[in-house]
């Protein structure tokens, strides 16, 4: 029998906190080996490719996570064109967990909330092991919508906010933001109007938007200050990554292959030898980058399937265990 959970049942049982707790372990995995973490495949519509023309794209993403012994896979898009017009989120995903030993299916689950709840975590963990010994931080932050939210309730988690400048194209977006998180931020929010404010005085420069202009300009970048591009597609130039004194990423071959990292590597300027480390490596204290504040770094958790079965997981026992979810048997087995 497979479970199948609603989405309200999932939200139920987990939130931020069980998010960052989970991807901190879970990129210790990574580092330790007992995570196993295939590069995503990535299914075109219209995303880059002419055809089909849906302006956006699927990714499976497979993972085995040693600590839980548990497999599973997300299957998870974005879509701007028809889903746009309807009024949807960008984000629609769902998550297969099956038992690694039998082979059987486990639970079918929403995979949105995941994916937003974790990749918010995945900054947050990587901002914990880059910053060392930081009770606070003052933070960039370019867009205002759902990852906007998500990535600053982990990082609060973590650490303090003494300063988060938020700059987003539409300008209502980032007062609701504002209101949305005065609760949440220990500091001061502050709005921007110039796109360059938001890299001055901070330690970390975030974006998460849906643009393709490469706005995010190298000479706007400070010494001492690490940048995470986390938008679908390529916000920042090609000199803001080539002038970076190391590159942190959450999985070498994926970060090569998609985002940020994709154009420079599809023209050989970029190899697996320019990546200086991974987040699963500095979690385990496998490497060390040392002072980092005179450095500018490059931050780039592409989104890894692991973090997501992982996560799902825990919603999964919690869901069991309160007597949650219908069964169905789809397979016969």
């Known amino acids: 029998m497979t479970k199948v959970f609603t989405i309200d049942e999932l939200k139920s049982v987990i939130n931020m906190k069980d998010a960052v707790e989970s991807v901190d ?91 937003n709840l974790r990749t918010g975590a995945q900054t947050a963990i990587a901002l914990k092991y880059l910053f060392k010994g930081r009770k606070s931080l003052n933070i960039g932050l370019y867009g205002a919508g759902m990852q906007g939210h998500t990535q600053t309730e982990a990082i609060s988690e973590v650490f303090g906010i003494d300063k988060l400048y938020v700059y987003d194209v539409y300008r209502p977006a980032a007062d609701k933001f504002k209101e949305d998180l005065a609760s949440t931020v220990t500091g001061e929010i502050i709005v921007c109007d110039d796109p360059k404010t938001p890299t001055e005085d901070v330690d970390a420069i975030i974006t998460v938007t849906q643009a393709r202009d490469s706005f995010l300009k190298a000479q706007w970048i400070n010494p001492g200050t690490v940048v995470f591009p986390m938008g679908s597609y390529k916000e920042t130039e090609d000199e803001v990554i080539l002038q970076s004194d190391a590159i942190v990423v959450d999985h070498v071959g994926q970060a090569l292959h998609r985002g940020a990292l994709k154009s420079l590597a599809d023209a050989g300027k970029l190899t697996p030898e320019s990546i200086t480390t991974t987040i699963g490596e500095l979690a385990v204290g496998a490497f060390d980058l040392g002072d980092i504040s005179q450095k500018r770094i490059l931050c780039l958790p592409i989104g890894t399937g692991a973090l997501d079965v992982a996560l799902a997981g825990i919603a999964y026992d919690r869901m069991v265990e309160k007597g949650m979810g219908v069964n169905l048997d789809i397979t016969g087995e």
Do not use: C, H
């Open 25 to 115: 372990r879970t990129f210790k995995g990574f580092g330790e080996g007992t995570v196993i973490n295939p590069t995503k495949v990535t299914l075109d519509l219209g995303e880059s490719a002419p055809y089909p023309p849906y302006d956006g794209f699927f990714n499976a993403m497979p993972a085995y996570i040693g600590y839980q012994d548990s497999a599973g896979i997300k299957w998870v898009g974005g879509i701007l064109g028809e889903r746009q017009k309807a009024g949807l989120p960008f984000i629609s995903g769902m998550i297969l967990l099956a038992n690694p030993r039998l082979g059987t299916f486990k639970a079918v689950m929403d995979g949105a909330y995941i994916t």
